[in-house]
């Protein structure tokens, strides 16, 4: 099993719409999320982390399931700026330990 | 204005040639890293450092090399002995420790002649 899954996609949505994402992790004890957008040809970004208890910024939601080994990404009132691959990043273990990076879901926003 | 910065952009390798990646940072973060991206796949690690004068290998460190010999700067080698070395090269850095946030450099493009 890999260590991060993502669908590939690519979604394709209108503007307005909302859209959500879901990545599996296969490590039980991994210790940090994060998602990360990476615009064609350029380098990934920090969009935000992802807490236990979810959180939001602006119109992005991060949403940590332990139990079942995922962790989800929404984005309300898609814009076509948020056109992108959108990178689920996991850090495996406690202390220090390097990031897993799963391969990206691509979104395309039509206007 | 803090950031990392990697040259060249677009790099051209020929048969045999060992060429070098710059990273260079001014965020004062401790730990560097060096990342490799083919087409349609995740970033796959090659080496990280998290102190100057140390530096350890990643997932797929076979046919590069790299040094860390100041706190800014950790330049990635790739030999003659990397086969395949056509990728998008990403350098990354983070403050070290327990902080795991990472920021990215621009990248390289490496393409062989």
């Known amino acids: 099993r890999k260590e991060v899954e993502q669908d590939p996609g690519p979604f394709n949505v209108p503007e307005g719409a909302t859209v959500a994402f879901n990545c599996t992790y296969s490590?039980?004890?991994?210790?940090?999320f994060f998602w990360y957008r990476q615009d064609c040809r350029k380098e990934p970004k920090l969009l935000m982390s992802v807490y236990s208890s979810g959180n939001e910024d602006g119109r992005f939601t991060a949403q940590l399931n332990r139990a079942s080994q995922y962790i989800s990404l929404l984005i309300r009132d898609s814009k076509l700026s948020d056109s992108a691959t959108y990178l689920c990043v996991v850090r495996p273990y406690s202390g220090y330990s390097t990031l897993t990076f799963g391969k990206g879901t691509m979104l395309l926003v039509s206007p | 204005d803090g950031g990392i910065t990697q040259s060249p952009k677009y790099l051209f390798r020929k048969e045999g040639q060992n060429v070098t990646l710059s990273c260079e940072q001014n965020?004062?973060?401790?730990?560097m890293y060096w990342y490799r991206q083919d087409p349609g796949q995740g970033l796959r690690l090659i080496y990280y450092s998290q102190i100057v004068n140390d530096f350890q290998k990643g997932d797929i460190a076979e046919g590069y090399s790299v040094s860390r010999e100041k706190k800014e700067s950790f330049p990635l080698t790739v030999t003659s002995a990397q086969k395949n070395p056509t990728a998008f090269y990403l350098c990354?850095?983070?403050?070290?420790?327990?902080?795991?946030?990472?920021?990215f450099g621009p990248g390289t493009r490496l393409l062989v002649l």
């Open positions: 990354a850095s983070s403050i070290g420790g327990a902080e795991e946030t990472q920021y």
């Open positions: 965020l004062n973060h401790d730990a």
């Open positions: 490590n039980s004890a991994s210790q940090s």
